[in-house]
């Protein structure tokens, strides 16, 4: 019983040693000395120049952006259901007049589909693409533009009519 208690008491005293020497200095002793610490200045921001045809550009742009938080308010005005548009057909959006290239599901969600309906503006040979679930067209049409080869960028629209 002797032994066992010496083997105890000395496990206890190598970790509490172990204990010690992991810690190094306390933190309040680590930085009592930090009053006469100097800090180095900020470096200048580098000011980048753009011409003013860049910069309306971009304002351009970043005004047909739209946040993809926000809600679709899209006032549509439908000759026929939209299930029916087809290859062909004209859709105008604000005021804008596009052809359908094609109209398909994007993904089959069970009880709705998420459809896409790709149009083209001839004119300015740039692709575009009205995205909606079918179950409620009104309240998630969205208005996109194809930037390169894949990437569709969501564009602010007020009006559809077909």
């Given at each position: 019983?002797?032994?066992?208690?010496?083997?105890?008491?000395?496990?206890?005293?190598?970790?509490?040693?172990?204990?010690?020497?992991?810690?190094?200095?306390?933190?309040?002793?680590?930085?009592?000395?930090?009053?006469?610490?100097?800090?180095?200045?900020?470096?200048?921001?580098?000011?980048?120049?753009?011409?003013?045809?860049?910069?309306?550009e971009d304002m351009e742009e970043t005004a047909t952006t739209v946040d993809i938080r926000?809600?679709?308010?899209?006032?549509?005005?439908?000759?026929?259901?939209?299930?029916?548009?087809?290859?062909?057909?004209?859709?105008?959006?604000?005021?804008?007049?596009?052809?359908?290239?094609?109209?398909?599901?994007?993904?089959?969600?069970?009880?709705?589909?998420?459809?896409?309906?790709?149009?083209?503006?001839?004119?300015?040979?740039?692709?575009?693409?009205?995205?909606?679930?079918?179950?409620?067209?009104?309240?998630?049409?969205?208005?996109?533009?194809?930037?390169?080869?894949?990437?569709?960028?969501?564009?602010?629209?007020?009006?559809?009519?077909?």
């Open positions: 019983m002797v032994k066992a208690n010496k083997k105890a008491k000395k496990k206890v005293e190598k970790e509490e040693d172990e204990e010690s020497d992991e810690g190094g200095a306390s933190l309040d002793d680590a930085f009592a000395d930090d009053e006469d610490v100097e800090y180095a200045e900020s470096k200048p921001q580098k000011i980048k120049k753009k011409d003013e045809d860049d910069f309306d926000e809600k679709s308010n899209v006032i549509i005005k439908a000759s026929k259901p939209v299930e029916k548009i087809k290859r062909g057909d004209k859709i105008k959006v604000d005021g804008h007049e596009f052809e359908v290239d094609g109209h398909y599901v994007l993904m089959n969600h069970g009880s709705t589909k998420e459809m896409a309906i790709d149009i083209f503006d001839k004119k300015a040979d740039r692709d575009f693409q009205l995205r909606y679930f079918s179950d409620q067209v009104e309240t998630s049409l969205e208005f996109y533009e194809l930037q390169g080869e894949i990437m569709y960028i969501r564009r602010s629209c007020v009006k559809v009519e077909w």
